[in-house]
């Protein structure tokens, strides 16, 4: 059944370089002016039966004695269909708010936001009308502590169901503060709504402790603090689903001199959390969910620097557990039921270690490897997704530049996944999963502005089960993959150069026999993709950029048995396209483009052609009319 695959000579033939590329260009529009307190931005977009439509409207304005700033964004979607009604989905957002400061210290803000989603292509529930209108007073004291209370009113509907109610919250923040030789910071975080029957509310805190004992050694601690809780709707009759969670982090930063120019940090890390689910069942009996996480990590990490060349090593270990339990009306827990997640322990090692320097002049390299095993274990007895698992990765570059205009840069990556199940019902899937690429890259430039830039590149995937069965399935496969490209820059004049592209694939899908190192190829591609361009600028505001693409791809699938094949099947698209493109500097701060294109399409006997155009208008202004 396996045979050593053969490569066809005529695959080497399309390395001659073209200047034809497929190219699914669309045209564009883009208008740009500078107002000094407004911004403006429109978009429209067609692509085959889909249309597209955003905008954003913004403005900012002095108002007495503060700012006045009003946003609107809209997005709109349209699909066209020939014998349903046209798909439609819709979002527009408003964004109101006025800032007064009182004094340096002590200010208001009073802020409206609307938003509206309507959905009538997925399918889900998503639609949503939301308003709110909040004030909030920041008030600055001490230079390092900033306190914002809130409170607003808010209406929100969702499926069917309109809520409205209160909602309020706080802000405070502790920046950089001296106690002793510490320095600490802190921010909380409240914030509640009470909207009919749905309740939502978080909280956060974040505090940190640091100390420098000398230069090179500190130490850090910190702490968060995390609690949520949402309320959302599961039917359109109303029923809810509440779903709450808490989690608490622990760690500790230390990092401090071993020797001259070597340093070492060492962090721990202790994370503690829960998240609990409940909904009304059946009787409006209450079912819950609970999931429990702890997870504990070190990290270990070594720098040191030595002349030009740097090196650095990483040692990494967690440990994570998680439990589930669910509640039926009976009160049973269903720790084995199949569609129940099964609680599971889950550890990890890892070593890694890199390195980067100069070792001579215009030559530099780079090293990155790591091995790391993982180990997944559950103590329910209908779980056999216990498993564990052994990765090594490597990857290394070389760069020679040459000359100023000329650099030559040589890659290589390996990595190796071994999985092995510990239950006997699973090792069937136990395999070896081996990947290798390399490639080179050259980048040349002349002083008369010639670019050339090519490199490729070859990839092997083999994935090898350890319990095949020719006479039954053949599971272990390869993929390779031949690449090269080229781009090509030649000045004609001071207003025009020529830009070419081109690549070609080969790649290759087949059953593989690990350790005869054999193949039977399955299905092999050919992809040959390229494209011409002229960039000419006419006058200073105006250029033109006509090109030329092509696309071809042929796919070959074979179909064989023990000693000869049965059948190969072509499949063949070719494709050529035309494009436009023009931009015109209308003014300093104005700017107009067009870019349009064509494109024939054939696919084994069937002839299609498309045409694309993209039209936006863009009104684009300084940073610091953004909002």
């Known amino acids: 059944m396996f045979k050593v695959g053969k490569r066809d000579t005529e695959w080497w033939i399309s390395l001659i370089i073209i200047a034809i590329s497929p190219c699914m260009v669309f045209a564009q529009i883009g208008i740009s002016s500078s107002p000094e307190d407004w911004k403006i931005h429109l978009t429209y977009n067609q692509k085959n039966n889909i249309y597209f439509w955003k905008g954003t409207a913004a403005v900012e304005k002095p108002l007495n004695n503060g700012i006045i700033t009003l946003q609107n964004n809209f997005d709109i979607n349209r699909i066209k269909t020939l014998y349903q009604d046209d798909k439609w989905k819709d979002r527009n957002q408003l964004h109101i708010q006025y800032r007064l400061p009182f004094n340096n210290n002590v200010a208001s803000i009073i802020t409206a936001r609307s938003e509206y989603l309507s959905d009538l292509q997925s399918g889900f529930l998503n639609n949503i009308t939301e308003n709110s209108l909040n004030i909030q007073a920041p008030v600055t004291m001490h230079q390092n502590i900033a306190v914002t209370p809130l409170l607003g009113f808010k209406w929100d509907k969702r499926t069917d169901t309109p809520d409205k109610g209160l909602r309020h919250g706080i802000d405070v923040s502790v920046y950089e503060t001296k106690i002793g030789e510490y320095t600490t910071e802190g921010y909380m975080n409240y914030m509640s709504e009470n909207l009919n029957a749905r309740h939502n509310n978080n909280h956060y805190i974040a505090a940190s402790l640091h100390r420098t004992f000398h230069e090179g050694t500190a130490d850090t601690l910190q702490y968060t603090y995390y609690r949520r809780r949402r309320d959302y709707y599961v039917s359109l009759a109303g029923n809810l689903e509440t779903r709450k969670e808490v989690s608490q982090n622990v760690s500790n930063i230390l990092t401090y001199n071993i020797f001259d120019r070597t340093d070492m940090r060492i962090k721990t890390e202790f994370l503690t959390g829960n998240v609990n689910i409940s909904s009304a069942g059946v009787n409006d009996v209450i079912i819950k969910r609970l999931r429990k996480d702890r997870t504990n990590n070190i990290e270990i990490t070594l720098n040191t620097l030595k002349g030009q060349h740097t090196a650095r090593v990483h040692f990494n270990y967690e440990n994570a557990q998680q439990r589930y339990t669910s509640t039926t009306p009976a009160d049973r827990?269903?720790?084995?039921?199949?569609?129940?997640?099964?609680?599971?322990?889950?550890?990890?090692?890892?070593?890694?270690?890199?390195?980067?320097?100069?070792?001579?002049?215009?030559?530099?390299?780079?090293?990155?490897?790591?091995?790391?095993?993982?180990q997944y274990d559950t103590p329910s007895r209908n779980n056999y997704d216990d498993r564990d698992e052994f990765r090594v990765w490597f990857n290394g570059g070389y760069v020679y530049r040459i000359n100023p205009g000329l650099s030559v840069t040589i890659n290589a990556l390996a990595n190796l996944d071994h999985l092995v199940y510990i239950f006997r019902r699973r090792s069937a899937d136990n395999n070896w999963n081996r990947i290798f690429q390399t490639g080179s890259l050259v980048e040349y430039q002349s002083p008369s502005g010639i670019k050339v830039?090519?490199?490729?590149?070859?990839?092997?995937?083999?994935?090898?089960?350890?319990?095949?069965?020719?006479?039954?399935?053949?599971?272990?496969?390869?993929?390779?993959?031949?690449?090269?490209?080229?781009?090509?820059?030649?000045?004609?004049?001071?207003?025009?150069?020529?830009?070419?592209?081109?690549?070609?694939?080969?790649?290759?899908?087949?059953?593989?026999?690990?350790?005869?190192?054999?193949?039977?190829?399955?299905?092999?591609?050919?992809?040959?993709?390229?494209?011409?361009?002229?960039?000419?600028?006419?006058?200073p505001v105006l250029q033109l950029v006509p090109g030329v693409s092509t696309f071809i791809r042929t796919e070959t699938h074979h179909q064989t048995q023990a000693v000869h094949e049965l059948q190969k099947r072509l499949s063949k698209i070719n494709d050529i396209g035309i494009s436009i493109e023009i931009?015109?500097?209308?003014?300093?701060?104005?700017?107009?483009?067009?870019?349009?294109?064509?494109?024939?399409?054939?696919?084994?006997?069937?002839?299609?052609?498309?045409?694309?155009?993209?039209?936006?208008?863009n009104w684009l202004f300084p940073p610091e009319a953004d909002l």
């Not at 997640?341 to 990155?368: C, E, I, M, W």
């Not at 500097?585 to 299609?608: H, I």
């Open 453 to 539: 830039t090519g490199n490729f590149s070859v990839l092997a995937n083999y994935v090898d089960y350890d319990f095949d069965d020719e006479f039954v399935q053949v599971r272990s496969f390869v993929f390779r993959k031949f690449s090269m490209n080229q781009t090509v820059t030649l000045p004609v004049t001071h207003k025009g150069r020529f830009e070419t592209h081109v690549q070609l694939d080969l790649e290759e899908n087949g059953l593989l026999k690990w350790k005869q190192f054999v193949q039977n190829i399955i299905i092999e591609r050919k992809i040959l993709t390229g494209s011409i361009k002229y960039p000419y600028r006419m006058t």
């Open 583 to 617: 931009e015109y500097q209308t003014g300093p701060s104005s700017l107009v483009t067009f870019n349009a294109a064509k494109r024939f399409v054939k696919r084994g006997t069937v002839k299609e052609n498309f045409q694309y155009v993209d039209l936006s208008v």
């Open 333 to 374: 827990v269903f720790g084995a039921v199949p569609f129940d997640t099964p609680d599971n322990n889950s550890k990890k090692l890892a070593l890694g270690l890199s390195a980067d320097g100069v070792p001579f002049y215009s030559h530099r390299y780079s090293v990155q490897c790591f091995i790391e095993k993982f």
